[in-house]
């Protein structure tokens, strides 16, 4: 066992506190005190003050190695990948103003659903986010619309492909076959359709409870979709394809040499500089109405998280042998309800490690990424559905939040999404799934 091993091993359950106060200072700062916690500045200096801290008692107890590796090939790419999507889907602008009917609504969540496994969830929500928006402008009832456009678009949609969710995209690094993903598509189509069709119905009911006026200038107001923008599609394409092919897997120079890894990072920040220059500012600033808050602030918010959530990862690693996981339900549910608080890449990497010591209680399995392929298959859902239980379950959650807060859509509190949609709503799809598919 080398030393490192020997460091984590002995990691205690206090060191975690910081990451729960961040966790509390997300859910309770849009409720007690709202307009300092809209400040993007001191949303920098709560990650500061409880992830200095701990940085610095994870190098006093010689985990720098840990926290080096968290900090440079976990939130830099997280970020990187974010922040890229982010700025060329911010090119494109998709002109016009549809009926905001029900059926409509419910198309736009249906296409961001299945454009989410090929373009990321990132991807696809940033792209569709502000032409939902700006299709539903006369609606009087729309959190509920922008509340399932996370779970759909931003989450769960991104089943079928490692490029949908980063979790994937790291289990599949690990060995997972690309087309390995796409058997889960009869989970993927059960839980979006019986999603949407939830979702119609409570459109419909909103819909009849709609001002007449509302609706009337709705309608009146109907103008033809037109793309403009196109052209950041390509660099949308570099984005992918820097994701799917400058990897270890493709490059094994890498594997040598972490830090050449960094390619895929370089190549994702050309195309957004790329996206910049080529996107006249009208276009990007005025008629998408643009503006880098929303990344800031995931930014700031997960640099926060991504330090304070090393010691809970570590000692998720080090005592995984006593939580006594056998079942598959047991791992689709496990990495669920880590993969809601936690960021879900990590938290499925660390059940991916626990389930590696699982191979001889599966005897005669089939292993997938080294792994019995039913375990693969719990952790792989688990950590994709359940991203869309809480706003900081994934990173475009808090993206499509703050997109929709900056155009006057009062979203619900941390606890408000928790307890009034993701328990009542998203739950039960879940648990219905997992009696079917696991």
Same mark, same amino acid.
């Given at each position: 066992?080398?030393?490192?091993?020997?460091?984590?091993? $002995?990691?205690?359950?206090?060191?975690?506190?910081?990451?729960?106060l961040?966790?509390?200072?997300?859910?309770?700062?849009?409720?007690?005190?709202?307009?300092w916690?809209?400040?993007?500045?001191?949303k920098?200096?709560?990650?500061?003050?409880?992830g !200095?801290p701990?940085?610095?008692?994870?190098?006093?107890?010689?985990m720098?190695?840990?926290?080096m590796h968290?900090?440079?090939?976990d939130?830099?790419?997280?970020?990187?990948?974010l922040g890229g999507?982010f700025? #060329?889907?911010?090119?494109?602008? +998709?002109q016009?103003?549809?009926?905001a009917?029900?059926?409509?609504n419910?198309?736009?969540?249906?296409?961001? $659903?299945?454009?989410?496994?090929?373009?990321?969830t990132t =991807?696809?929500?940033m792209?569709?986010?502000?032409p939902?928006?700006?299709?539903?402008?006369?609606?009087? %009832?729309?959190?509920?619309?922008?509340l399932?456009? &996370?779970?759909?678009?931003?989450?769960?949609?991104?089943?079928?492909?490692?490029? $949908?969710?980063?979790?994937? /995209?790291l289990?599949y690094?690990r060995?997972?076959?690309?087309?390995?993903?796409?058997?889960?598509?009869?989970?993927?189509?059960?839980? #979006?359709? @019986?999603?949407?069709?939830?979702?119609? &119905?409570?459109?419909?009911?909103?819909?009849?409870?709609?001002?007449?006026?509302?609706?009337?200038?709705?309608?009146?107001?109907?103008?033809?979709l037109?793309?403009?923008?196109?052209?950041?599609? !390509?660099f949308l394409? =570099?984005?992918?394809?820097?994701?799917a092919?400058?990897?270890?897997?493709? #490059?094994?120079?890498?594997?040598?040499?972490?830090?050449?890894g960094f390619?895929r990072?370089?190549? &994702?920040?050309?195309c957004?500089?790329?996206?910049?220059?080529? @996107?006249?500012?009208?276009?990007?600033?005025d008629?998408n109405?643009?503006?880098?808050?929303?990344? #800031?602030?995931?930014a %700031?918010?997960?640099?926060?998280i /991504?330090?304070?959530? *090393?010691?809970?990862?570590?000692?998720?690693?080090?005592?995984?042998?006593?939580?006594?996981?056998?079942?598959?339900?047991?791992?689709?549910?496990a990495?669920?309800g880590?993969?809601a608080? +936690?960021?879900?890449?990590?938290?499925?990497?660390?059940?991916?490690n626990?389930?590696?010591?699982m *191979?001889?209680?599966?005897?005669g399995?089939?292993? *997938?990424?080294?792994?019995?392929?039913v375990?693969?298959?719990? !952790?792989s859902?688990?950590?994709v559905?359940?991203?869309?239980?809480? %706003? &900081?379950?994934?990173?475009?959650n /808090?993206m499509?939040?703050?997109?929709a807060?900056c155009?006057n !859509?009062?979203m619900?509190s941390?606890?408000?999404?928790?307890?009034?949609f993701?328990?009542?709503?998203l739950?039960?799809? %879940?648990?219905?799934?997992?009696?079917? /598919?696991?």
């Amino acid at each position: 066992m080398d030393h490192g091993h020997v460091v984590t091993a $002995g990691i205690p359950l206090w060191l975690s506190i910081p990451f729960i106060l961040m966790l509390l200072f997300i859910a309770i700062g849009p409720l007690f005190f709202h307009h300092w916690w809209e400040e993007n500045r001191n949303k920098l200096i709560v990650s500061l003050a409880l992830g !200095i801290p701990t940085a610095i008692l994870l190098i006093s107890r010689g985990m720098q190695h840990d926290l080096m590796h968290q900090i440079l090939f976990d939130y830099i790419p997280f970020i990187v990948l974010l922040g890229g999507l982010f700025v #060329i889907t911010g090119g494109i602008h +998709l002109q016009g103003d549809l009926e905001a009917s029900p059926a409509t609504n419910t198309l736009f969540l249906a296409i961001g $659903g299945v454009l989410a496994s090929f373009m990321g969830t990132t =991807g696809a929500a940033m792209l569709l986010i502000r032409p939902v928006i700006k299709t539903n402008t006369h609606r009087k %009832y729309k959190v509920h619309t922008i509340l399932f456009f &996370i779970a759909i678009v931003a989450n769960c949609g991104g089943m079928l492909t490692p490029l $949908g969710d980063p979790p994937l /995209f790291l289990l599949y690094l690990r060995g997972a076959p690309f087309s390995w993903f796409f058997g889960l598509t009869p989970v993927w189509f059960f839980v #979006i359709a @019986t999603l949407l069709l939830i979702y119609f &119905i409570f459109d419909s009911y909103y819909y009849k409870k709609e001002p007449e006026v509302f609706i009337a200038k709705d309608k009146l107001e109907v103008i033809p979709l037109r793309l403009k923008g196109n052209y950041n599609f !390509i660099f949308l394409a =570099g984005v992918v394809l820097s994701v799917a092919f400058l990897n270890q897997q493709y #490059i094994p120079a890498i594997a040598e040499n972490p830090n050449m890894g960094f390619i895929r990072e370089a190549a &994702i920040l050309i195309c957004m500089l790329l996206s910049l220059v080529f @996107t006249p500012s009208k276009m990007r600033y005025d008629d998408n109405k643009f503006t880098w808050s929303p990344i #800031i602030e995931v930014a %700031y918010l997960f640099l926060g998280i /991504f330090i304070t959530m *090393v010691p809970a990862l570590l000692y998720l690693k080090a005592n995984a042998h006593s939580f006594g996981l056998t079942e598959p339900w047991q791992y689709y549910y496990a990495t669920g309800g880590l993969s809601a608080f +936690l960021d879900n890449a990590p938290t499925a990497v660390s059940f991916h490690n626990l389930a590696l010591g699982m *191979v001889e209680s599966f005897p005669g399995a089939n292993l *997938v990424a080294g792994i019995p392929e039913v375990l693969l298959k719990a !952790i792989s859902l688990g950590a994709v559905f359940f991203g869309a239980m809480t %706003y &900081i379950g994934n990173g475009p959650n /808090f993206m499509v939040k703050a997109i929709a807060e900056c155009n006057n !859509i009062p979203m619900p509190s941390f606890f408000g999404y928790v307890f009034k949609f993701s328990f009542v709503i998203l739950l039960p799809v %879940y648990i219905v799934a997992q009696l079917i /598919f696991l």
